[in-house]
Every structure is written in structure tokens, then in C-alpha cells.
């Protein structure tokens, strides 16, 4: 019974050809179809793919011009409200108050989000000890780290305990160590949610996404698990060491999905369908390598 209750409350979001269009006849998105339940979706692709677009989409900010998102049956165009209820949004430009604290500024947010009033000193608190702040939490903004507003922008996004959590580039400006805590966060926090997050790094995603959405130049080239997209990668991957003043004709010539300094030389990595050199040594697919043997089968730059 406990199975079919929790199956009944499965969040699900269901994208039909969407597409958007500016103003200005830029097709931005286009025939984009996916269903997504639970877990942690990793947008991926390239600056300019479409990818925050596509989040003001789904984020009810603008309109798709064609097609239709449905979230947990209701139409996003029709009904907005169903999903904007559901809905936790931390976009990619995300301003603060550097003068209140985070706890303020939570408060602030519930206030605007309508959250009864009663209920937001305990909410705020929950928020704060989710994302690992209650001992920073009266601290002003403007003394916290770019990580600790990060959080505190996945805190606000939370204050509605939203079955939906949509994060743009959520990393851009934070140090390894932040990204890293970021990704676990975001892990911890998907359970029975829907985690959408954007990113054009890959690393962002290889320990957390259960699902990828790999998007270029608006369109959806790829719509499955991170070990579906490295398993169409395996026999693509060539590995060798090259002199560093031959790396540029490399490139040049070839697909390079990482490059390493080493004492003789540069270590190259190459996707290619057939070995690139008869030093080349086939290697195992890391999922940057996957992503770029995918980008390059479209003709794109990657
Ligand atoms: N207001 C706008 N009017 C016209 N074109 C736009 C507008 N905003 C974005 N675009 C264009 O739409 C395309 C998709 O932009 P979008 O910001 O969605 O991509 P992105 O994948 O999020 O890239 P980035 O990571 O660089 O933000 C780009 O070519 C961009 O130049």
C-alpha cells in the first residue's frame, strides 16, 4: 500500500514540442519532448544551448510559444498555479541583500511567497539546517561566501518544500570545495523531488544526475541515463602523449575531450569512431568524454 501511495505522489513533468521563440525570431528552444519523475535531471550543453530558456519555461516565467509542459497532469499554460505551488526556482542570476542576514532574508522571501506567517520561524530554521546554515544564519550576506549564498539561494527555493527545484548554473563562481558541497547538497535534497539543474560543466553532474538532458543549439540530442550516454561512447575514446608543440594541430585535427601536462608531454584524450593515430591507445569513457563524442556526432562545437 505504502508503494502505490508514494508511485500516486510521484512528481512528473512532461514536456511535448515545446519550443520558444524571442521576440526578435531567435528560436531559442525547439521540439522539445521528455518525461521526467523523481530524481536529479542534469540540463546539459553548451553556453547558448537554450538551457536557461528552457528553465524560465518551466519555471512559468514566460510562455513556450509552441507545445506543452504538463506538470503532474495539469497544463503549465492553463493552469500555472499547479506548478508554481510546487515550485522552488533558484536562477542564475540571484540577488541578495548584503545587509540582512540570512535569516532576514529568508523571512523577507516567505513573507513574499505568501508562507503563513505562523508557520515561517520554523520553516526558515528547517531551510537553514537543510542546506547546512543555521551557524551562519545571523550572519550579514554581504560577510558570506559565494557557496554560503548559494546555499542560502537553494534555502529560498525551498521554503515551499517544493516537489519541483529548478537550479540554473547553479556553481558558476564557486571554488572546488563549494561546488563540491553544492552537488552533495543538491543529492541529499532530491529524494522523492524533482531536481532540474543546468549546467554547461560536466563534472557538475557525474556522481549526482540520474537522468541527463543533453540540449544543443535548442534542440534535445539526448534524453537518458549518464551510463546510457557513456555507454555510446565506449570504442570512441583514444589516449596518448603528444610534444606540447603539437597540441594546437591536434586540436586542430581532432576532438579533444581533455588535455594533461605530463613530464615527456601533453596526454591527449580524443573521441574519434576510429584510432587518430597510430599511438592512440583506446581508453574508458568518462562521462566528459561521452558528452563530447555526443556533441561532436551533431557537427556542433561542443
Ligand atoms: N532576450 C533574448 N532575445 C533574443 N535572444 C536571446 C535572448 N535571451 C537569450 N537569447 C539567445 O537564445 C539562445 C539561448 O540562450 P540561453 O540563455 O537560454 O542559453 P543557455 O544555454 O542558458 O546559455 P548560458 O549558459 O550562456 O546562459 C542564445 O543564442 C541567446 O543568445
Same mark, same amino acid.
Given at each position: =500500500?505504502?508503494?502505490? !501511495? ?12 515545446? %519550443?520558444? &521563440? ?12 521528455? !518525461? ?18 528552457? =528553465? #524560465? =519555461? ?36 540571484? %540577488? ?6 540570512? #535569516? ?27 542546506? %547546512? ?15 554560503? #549564498?548559494?546555499?542560502? %539561494? ?16 547553479? !556553481? ?24 532540474? /539543474?543546468? !549546467?554547461?560543466?560536466?563534472?557538475? /553532474? ?8 543533453? =540540449? ?43 588535455? /594533461?601536462? &605530463? ?30 563524442? /555526443? ?8
Amino acid at each position: =500500500m505504502k508503494h502505490s !501511495t508514494v508511485e500516486l505522489g510521484a512528481p512528473t513533468l512532461h514536456m511535448e514540442n515545446v %519550443g520558444f &521563440r524571442y521576440r526578435n525570431g531567435h528560436q531559442a528552444v525547439q521540439g522539445f519532448t521528455l !518525461t521526467q519523475r523523481a530524481g536529479i535531471l542534469g540540463v546539459l550543453g553548451p553556453n547558448g544551448a537554450g538551457k536557461s530558456t528552457l =528553465m #524560465r =519555461m518551466l519555471a512559468t516565467l514566460t510562455r513556450p510559444t509552441e507545445g506543452a509542459i504538463v506538470w503532474n497532469g495539469a497544463d503549465c499554460v492553463r493552469e500555472p498555479d499547479a506548478l508554481r505551488r510546487s515550485l522552488g526556482y533558484l536562477p542564475q542570476e540571484f %540577488g541578495t541583500y548584503p545587509a540582512l542576514t540570512a #535569516r532576514e532574508f529568508l523571512h523577507y522571501l516567505a513573507a513574499v511567497k505568501g508562507l503563513p506567517h505562523a508557520a515561517t520561524a520554523q520553516r526558515v530554521q528547517h531551510c537553514l539546517e537543510l542546506v %547546512g546554515l543555521e551557524g551562519a544564519a545571523d550572519k550579514r550576506l554581504a560577510d558570506c561566501s559565494g557557496g554560503m #549564498r548559494q546555499r542560502v %539561494g537553494i534555502a529560498q527555493a525551498l521554503l515551499n518544500d517544493p516537489q519541483l527545484l529548478i537550479v540554473d548554473e547553479p !556553481t558558476v563562481g564557486l571554488d572546488p570545495d563549494e561546488r563540491q558541497r553544492f552537488r552533495n547538497l543538491l543529492t541529499d535534497l532530491a529524494g522523492q523531488r524533482l531536481v532540474l /539543474l543546468s !549546467t554547461h560543466i560536466v563534472s557538475d /553532474l557525474e556522481a549526482s544526475a540520474t537522468a541527463l538532458a543533453v =540540449m544543443e543549439q535548442g534542440r534535445l540530442l539526448f534524453h537518458d541515463t549518464p551510463q546510457a550516454l557513456l555507454s555510446q561512447a565506449v570504442g570512441k575514446v583514444w589516449q596518448w602523449t603528444i610534444p606540447a608543440t603539437d597540441l594546437s594541430a591536434v586540436r586542430t585535427a581532432h576532438r579533444v575531450s581533455a588535455s /594533461l601536462l &605530463r613530464p615527456g608531454g601533453v596526454q591527449v584524450r580524443i573521441v574519434a569512431a576510429t584510432a587518430p593515430s597510430p599511438d592512440a591507445v583506446a581508453a574508458e569513457p568518462t562521462l566528459e568524454d561521452a558528452y563530447v563524442w /555526443l556533441l561532436s556526432r551533431q557537427g556542433g562545437r561542443g
